[in-house]
């Protein structure tokens, strides 16, 4: 005949002992290891604090409206230079040679293409009247935006663009396509952030020519810690030939504000949480193990102990 169970209550087993005792020792032992083996397992492989997190964001771009235009000319005829020049800045305007100034006629215009308060592109056209016989080597322009990070970092500064690019080639129009880029040195701090970036004026005195001010003011741009740039799959293109007989050259520049990646030291809630999920996930399998361990060596009484037991009933 089958047996059923028609009651059952849990029994508990106390090992104990005394302070100074072999099983004291073993049990305290015991718990140092599982707290501390964890740690250093954590440790020793990745860290257990995190120093530098990533994100992904959609910075707001701003063109300012300022713009610096170089341009070598190869079959120099009709100025006494090789070089025409412009800017957006009158008062930088009337220090140069008037006679190296040619004023493009632009265009530009900021597009929000997915509607959600940023813009997402610029559109800029350069056309530039050329005296007969001149031809473009080489074209050099800095843009002028301010750039703007709100979602995980608050960061506001201003910064420069550099465009440049050469030619071999008898050319109209120079196309420009591309994505701005952010550089950092280092991670960025999780505290607010305002850069303001020097005028082309405070790297300009009255014997300084217009390529050693701009020179001045890009390296010192390009030595801060967090600069912006053109990506690297950015294209140049050139249109070889002449416009039918009109003396003047295109630039096309269509610039995207597309999101980027960004590392930054993390804050002390971001970190102890991390650390916490690191460390737990490590102790609890720790534990499983220790606990087998322990019912081992008190069972098998390896270490003297006094065993108690007791039962417990159901209401306790």
């Known amino acids: 005949m089958s ?26 032992i015991s718990w140092i290891i599982n707290i501390l083996y964890p740690w250093i397992i954590v440790y020793q492989t ?21 713009c610096i235009m170089l341009i070598k000319l190869r079959n120099m005829t009709t100025i006494p230079s090789d070089q025409i020049v412009w800017t957006s800045f009158p008062q930088f305007n009337n220090q140069l040679d008037q006679k190296m100034i040619r004023v493009p006629f632009i265009t530009n215009h900021e597009d929000d293409l997915d509607l959600d308060g940023n813009y997402d592109k610029l559109t800029m056209q350069l056309v530039l009247p050329l005296e007969e016989k001149e031809k473009i080597s080489s074209i050099k322009l800095i843009l002028f935006f301010t750039y703007e990070l709100k979602v995980n970092i608050d960061l506001k500064m201003d910064s420069q663009i550099i465009l440049e690019s050469f030619t071999d080639n008898q050319a109209s129009k120079l196309s420009i396509v591309g994505d701005i880029k952010f550089n950092q040195k280092l991670p960025l701090p ?3 952030l305002l850069f303001k970036s020097n005028s082309i004026f405070d790297y300009t005195d ?13 390296t010192a741009s390009q030595s801060q810690i967090f600069s912006t740039s053109m990506k690297s799959n950015s294209l140049y293109l050139w249109t070889d ?8 050259f295109t630039i096309d520049v269509n610039l995207n ?19 916490w999920i690191q460390y737990f996930s490590i102790y609890i399998v720790v534990y499983w193990i220790i606990q087998k361990i322990r ?4 069972h098998n009484q390896i270490t003297s102990t ?11």
């Open 241 to 248: 030939g002449s416009n039918r007989g009109e003396n003047k």
């Open 206 to 218: 009255s014997n300084d020519l217009i390529q050693s001010s701009i020179d001045k003011m890009l």
């Open 257 to 275: 504000y597309s999101d980027d990646l960004f590392h930054y030291t993390p804050g002390f809630w971001n970190t102890i949480k991390w650390a």
């Open 46 to 66: 990745d860290g257990l604090w995190k120093k530098v997190d990533y994100f992904w964001e959609k910075p707001e771009i701003h063109f300012k409206y300022d």
């Open 3 to 28: 047996l059923i169970t028609l009651f059952s209550r849990p029994l508990i087993v106390n090992y104990k002992s005394s302070i100074l005792s072999q099983a004291t020792l073993f049990t305290l």
């Open 190 to 192: 999780n505290h607010k």
């Open 306 to 316: 006094m065993v108690i037991t007791e039962t417990k009933s159901h209401g306790d």
């Open 295 to 298: 019912l081992f060596v008190f």
